[in-house]
């Protein structure tokens, strides 16, 4: 299936707009009292990061397959 220049663009977008919306919504559901820039900056946590990292991956591997 060919993709045009069009449909390249408007994939570009759609990740643009969701995988932000995806660690927002990472931030409300696993640190409800907190935001993931707090914990890895100030807490210097280190797992916060790594499933930070693993989130927003898996979704792009989602977010590739399904368009």
Same mark, same amino acid.
């Given at each position: 299936? =060919?993709?045009?220049? @069009?449909?390249?663009? /408007?994939? @570009?977008? /759609?990740?643009?707009?969701?995988?932000?919306? &995806?660690?927002?919504?990472?931030?409300? %559901?696993?640190?409800?009292?907190?935001?993931?820039?707090? =914990?890895?900056?100030?807490?210097?946590? &280190?797992?916060? +990061?790594? /499933? =930070?990292? %693993? %989130? /927003? &991956?898996?979704?792009? +591997?989602?977010? @590739?397959?399904? &368009?």
């Amino acid at each position: 299936m =060919e993709h045009t220049l @069009f449909q390249i663009f /408007l994939d @570009f977008i /759609l990740g643009l707009l969701v995988i932000p919306a &995806v660690r927002l919504l990472t931030d409300a %559901v696993i640190l409800p009292g907190s935001t993931l820039k707090e =914990e890895i900056s100030r807490d210097q946590n &280190v797992g916060v +990061g790594i /499933l =930070e990292a %693993v %989130v /927003l &991956v898996s979704f792009a +591997g989602i977010l @590739f397959y399904a &368009v």
